[in-house]
């Protein structure tokens, strides 16, 4: 080959190289301009805004640097009430959440016949609209004409009955038990789906062996199901900081110190009380909670992912 023919050919490799390189930040291109208008934008804005104090009717905002955020984690109790409500979602109605859809997941792949109905079944919930869940409960615990009490009165366990979305002692928890009826089903269809994944040959061999359900079930699915593990512990930690509109609906738009959650307090200080840099100092530590709780999750699984 000459050194013109050799000159060519790297010429038109290079050529094929850029064509795709071209064509993927074309396609990439709209997906990057969404993200940086939609996201990095606003999550700058609110950084810069924290920064400010003023109300909906002040004509400039007057800039405070950090008092904001000092205020809050120094002052305001009512923001420390709120996060620990959001702590409690995150380990007790997460935990619960996976615990009960894996559950459910590993009694899928046991189920024979109606197997299709009840992955309905459970995903059901969690497409339903939230408003819709959220009054649909209202009416549950109803103190007067609620399905629980009324079965309560029916059991003759009248001194149980109670106004349980009102009372200090199981507000938060009532909440906390919607949002787990509401959620489960994603995570049982990403357990279902993680499962099935798994060889059956490793089964099998486990059985030959002599394992028991539980030795197979700790000794081959859970660390072949680590990766699903961590995307639904992720997931857990971002929505139980985000929960809004189902404490928002339940509490009819009124802030209750009861099941306050951070949110529905940005939305009290922010669109209630007018104080947006306030608001969005509060926005801030949303974000600062969730990436800790990420690189926590991140941390506790972290390992050689297992390849089927």
Request: proline residues 3%; glycine residues 6%.
């Amino acid at each position: 080959m000459t050194k013109q023919t050799r000159s060519k050919a790297i010429g038109r490799a290079t050529a094929d190289l850029k064509r795709p390189l071209a064509l993927i930040v074309l396609f990439l291109l709209p997906a990057v301009l969404l993200y940086l208008v939609f996201f990095v934008y606003p999550m700058g804005q609110a950084i810069r805004l924290s920064l400010f104090r003023g109300s909906a009717a002040a004509e400039r905002f007057e800039y405070v640097g950090s008092e904001n955020i000092a205020k809050l984690l120094l002052e305001d109790a009512s923001f420390w009430r709120a996060l620990w409500h959001n702590v409690q979602f995150i380990f007790v109605g997460g935990t619960a959440t996976l615990v009960l859809a894996l559950s459910l997941a590993v009694g899928l792949t046991w189920c024979g016949r109606g197997r299709d109905f009840f992955r309905i079944v459970f995903l059901f919930p969690n497409v339903m609209s939230v408003v819709a869940v959220s009054i649909l409960w209202s009416f549950v615990f109803n103190p007067s004409f609620g399905l629980l009490n009324g079965l309560l009165r029916l059991m003759r366990l009248e001194q149980f009955c109670r106004a349980w979305l009102g009372e200090p002692a199981t507000a938060l928890w009532a909440v906390m038990l919607i949002y787990v009826w509401c959620a489960t089903g994603f995570y049982v269809v990403l357990f279902y789906a993680g499962l099935l994944r798994i060889p059956k040959d490793y089964v099998e061999a486990a059985q030959i062996d002599g394992a028991n359900f539980w030795q197979q079930f700790r000794h081959i699915s859970l660390p072949l199901l680590s990766e699903i593990l961590k995307i639904a512990a992720v997931y857990i930690v971002i929505n139980s900081v985000n929960i809004f509109s189902l404490v928002f609906v339940i509490n009819e738009g009124q802030p209750s110190r009861y099941n306050d959650v951070l949110l529905t307090y940005l939305y009290q200080q922010g669109f209630q009380n007018g104080n947006f840099g306030y608001a969005c100092a509060i926005g801030v530590m949303i974000l600062i909670t969730v990436l800790v709780f990420a690189v926590a999750v991140n941390r506790l699984f972290r390992q050689e992912p297992v390849e089927l």
